[in-house]
């Protein structure tokens, strides 16, 4: 009996001390805390040539040196060392009297394990008797959205030169919280130029043109702590880039070239052209599609030799084509027509090829299988047919392309094709009526966007009542332009030439159309 007993209680032993794999558990998520500082933060009259700061856990340096920004700048770069937990900052040189100090270290210290950072960590002291207590406050939003933005770096340069954002680290900087808003703090009293910056890489220089950007192209000056008068908005957006290149290009057996470029078009500001050497023989054609152009010249023989010279501020490329004995094929559609549009809509049918030859003969209009007239056109160095005929709401239509109705600049020949759409019935379309109440600019443009850009737009004044009507269901937003050069569209910043973008006020919320139904804002 006793050695059953003996047993039973190894037996429960082994059972309770069985070894279980802990829990993962959740992420540390949580930033380093500061402890201790040493001398205290907020000291003044500061004689000490270094800094102790220590934490709540074991801590790592992460690129330090770039990350931290000393105001007002140091000649020499201060040393800084790890140990455990604790971070000591020593001065390389003696400090000016009766300064306020700030030491604002971005990212540059994280936790040892996860790489959380201690955001907002600033150590402020002053060699003097008081320290400055200045401070500048606004707000950071992204321009084209209007939505606020998070982790803006706010700086200010008492240097002034056109270089400073590209070269030199700010006097001062902040980081803008979730709100958009932000706040620079103990700030000496001066003129500073402002300069705004939404980067990954951290490193306080626009150095990169797919960082948003926001400046002021005037002077500013803090103030006071109780002045609550003083709130600047600071818009950012993208600058367009200044590169283009020839990422790569081909030509197929025709002299037809396909060439992609480093960016599309419109969204840069860089000039570029593609240009045919021999156009005293044959004359070149070039068009535009998203991010590639299609060059071709008129009438291709076989064994033609022919050189095109594409041309940028930063690069010069000869593209050189040859012409070979190449077999003729049917012409292909692009892509299929759409079935459903409105009676204003254009009729746009796009092909593979270039297209030289329209016969208005072997093309036929039919609105309820019933022929009714009209007309195809087409634009010289293009890959689109027009066609021009009269459409109402809730019409049946179609357009019948015989064989040969249109033929490229190679001879390729379209088979029989047929394009049948309907249009939508005039209750379908929704309606926008916009009292317009706030003060607007002269040149103001109220814009209805959706989510591939603006779809309808019109000139308005203080008081006018605006009206979208024929809209499609869908979900729009509004949004007035500041259009200062009156060219129709919105034009970003451009530091260069220190041109701020067109200012851009968005209404607060999404605008949702629907069928045949009305909607009265006012604004």
Same mark, same amino acid.
């Given at each position: 009996m006793r050695y059953l007993l003996a047993l039973?209680?190894?037996?429960?032993?082994? %059972?309770?001390? *069985?070894?279980? $794999?802990?829990? /993962? /558990?959740?992420?540390?998520?949580?930033? $380093?805390?500061?402890?201790?500082?040493?001398?205290?933060?907020?000291?003044?009259?500061? @004689? %000490?040539? +270094?800094?102790?700061?220590?934490?709540?856990?074991?801590?790592?340096?992460?690129?330090?040196?770039?990350?931290?920004?000393?105001? $007002?700048?140091?000649?020499?770069?201060?040393? =800084? #060392?790890?140990?455990? *937990?604790?971070? #000591?900052?020593?001065?390389?040189?003696e400090l000016e009297r009766d300064v306020t100090y700030s030491l604002q270290f971005g990212e540059g210290i994280v936790d040892l394990n996860e790489g959380n950072p201690a955001k907002g960590l600033q150590y402020v002291f002053s060699t003097g008797d008081q320290l400055d207590s200045l401070v500048v406050r606004g707000r950071a939003y992204d321009l084209v959205s209007g939505e606020p933005l998070e982790g803006a770096k706010i700086m200010l340069y008492s240097n002034f030169a056109d270089s400073m954002p590209l070269t030199s680290k700010p006097s001062y900087f902040g980081l803008s919280g979730p709100d958009g808003k932000f706040e620079l703090n103990y700030l000496a009293s001066g003129d500073y130029r402002l300069?705004?910056?939404?980067?990954? @890489?951290?490193?306080?220089?626009? &150095? &990169?043109? %797919?960082?948003?950007? /926001?400046?002021?192209?005037?002077?500013?000056?803090? %103030? #006071? $702590?109780?002045?609550?008068?003083?709130? =600047?908005?600071?818009?950012?957006? *993208?600058?367009?880039?200044?590169?283009?290149?020839?990422?790569?290009?081909?030509?197929?057996? #025709?002299?037809?070239?396909?060439?992609?470029?480093?960016?599309?078009?419109?969204?840069?500001?860089? !000039?570029? *052209?593609?240009?045919?050497? +021999?156009?005293?023989?044959?004359?070149?054609?070039?068009?535009?599609?998203?991010?590639?152009?299609?060059?071709?010249?008129?009438?291709? @023989?076989?064994?033609?030799?022919?050189?095109?010279?594409? !041309?940028?501020? !930063?690069? @010069? &490329?000869? =593209?050189?084509?040859?012409?070979?004995?190449?077999?003729?094929?049917k012409l292909r559609s692009r892509n299929l027509p759409p079935q459903s549009l409105a009676r204003e809509d254009t009729l746009r049918w796009s092909f593979a090829r270039p297209i030289a030859r329209a016969d208005t003969s072997l093309i036929s209009f039919y609105r309820d299988s019933i022929p009714v007239n009209g007309t195809a056109t087409l634009v010289p160095g293009s890959f689109d047919v027009f066609f021009d005929m009269e459409l109402s709401d809730g019409g049946n239509y179609a357009i019948e392309l015989l064989p040969g109705a249109i033929e490229s600049r190679e001879g390729y020949r379209n088979d029989t094709l047929r394009w049948a759409f309907s249009t939508w019935k005039t209750d379908y379309f929704g309606k926008v009526i916009v009292k317009v109440l706030r003060k607007v600019p002269e040149s103001a443009l109220l814009q209805l966007l959706d989510k591939n850009g603006v779809v309808r737009q019109k000139m308005v004044s203080s008081g006018e009542v605006v009206v979208f009507d024929r809209l499609l269901p869908s979900t729009y937003s509004l949004r007035v332009l500041n259009d200062e050069n009156q060219n129709g569209k919105w034009d970003p910043s451009n530091y260069s030439e220190s041109r701020r973008a067109e200012q851009l006020e968005h209404f607060m919320s999404t605008v949702q159309v629907r069928s045949n139904w009305e909607m009265e804002l006012e604004w």
């Open positions: 039973l209680v190894i037996f429960s032993l082994a %059972s309770c001390a *069985k070894i279980v $794999p802990p829990d /993962g /558990g959740p992420k540390d998520t949580a930033p $380093p805390e500061v402890v201790a500082m040493v001398p205290g933060a907020l000291t003044t009259n500061f @004689n %000490s040539a +270094n800094v102790y700061i220590e934490f709540n856990e074991y801590v790592r340096l992460n690129d330090i040196y770039n990350q931290l920004v000393v105001s $007002p700048p140091l000649k020499k770069r201060p040393v =800084i #060392t790890l140990k455990g *937990k604790a971070v #000591t900052i020593e001065f390389e040189e300069f705004a910056l939404k980067e990954e @890489n951290f490193n306080y220089l626009y &150095d &990169d043109f %797919s960082e948003l950007i /926001g400046f002021r192209t005037d002077t500013l000056q803090p %103030s #006071t $702590p109780l002045d609550t008068a003083q709130f =600047i908005e600071v818009p950012l957006s *993208k600058e367009p880039d200044t590169l283009q290149y020839l990422v790569t290009y081909d030509a197929d057996s #025709t002299g037809l070239i396909r060439a992609q470029l480093f960016h599309e078009p419109e969204n840069t500001r860089a !000039s570029f *052209k593609l240009d045919l050497i +021999n156009e005293d023989i044959f004359r070149g054609h070039v068009v535009r599609m998203n991010d590639s152009l299609f060059a071709w010249h008129d009438l291709p @023989n076989d064994g033609e030799q022919l050189q095109w010279v594409f !041309s940028s501020p !930063s690069a @010069n &490329d000869t =593209i050189e084509v040859e012409v070979f004995n190449y077999q003729v094929r």
